[in-house]
Structures are given as structure tokens and as C-alpha cells.
């Protein structure tokens, strides 16, 4: 399933760590690295009315949103300098 996700984004992001299970619940936690810059973020489902895979692109694409608002803005605030 994850693997299959991440490659929707061409290797722009992957997995950093075996998918960790919480003993109680059975709930997911992933450990993802944006190749970009490094970053390693970990996205734990909390629900189980929550589908993983949504959840997982949902985050991916806010993520990648983030970031490229963090960088047009550091253009813009660069040149206005």
C-alpha cells in the first residue's frame, strides 16, 4: 500500500523506517524522509474510521505545499532585501 503511494511522487519521499504497530490499538505509525531536504517526519494514524493511505497523501501533499510556499516566500523576501 505505502509503497504504491510513495511511487506517486517519483522518489520524493520514502519510507525511513519499517511501519511500527502500536501494541494496543494495531494502529500504523510511519517514518517517511523527504529526499529534498533530508527532513524524516513520522505520521501516526489515530483512528480507525481514518483510511492510512488517504491520510498518508493528504500529509504528503501538505508537505510538499509547505514547502514550496516556505521557498517562494524566501524569494520574495530575498529580493525585496
Known sequence: ???DLLKKYNGRFENHHPTIYNSNSFL???SLKD???????????DSFAADP??????????????KREQKIN????????
Open 28 to 30: 500504523p505509525t510511519f
Open 35 to 45: 529526499t529534498t531536504d533530508g527532513e524524516v517526519f513520522t505520521i501516526q494514524i
Open 1 to 3: 500500500m505505502i509503497e
Open 53 to 66: 493511505e488517504t491520510v498518508l497523501e493528504n500529509v504528503l501533499r501538505e508537505k510538499i505545499i509547505n
Open 74 to 81: 524566501s524569494l520574495i523576501n530575498g529580493a525585496t532585501s
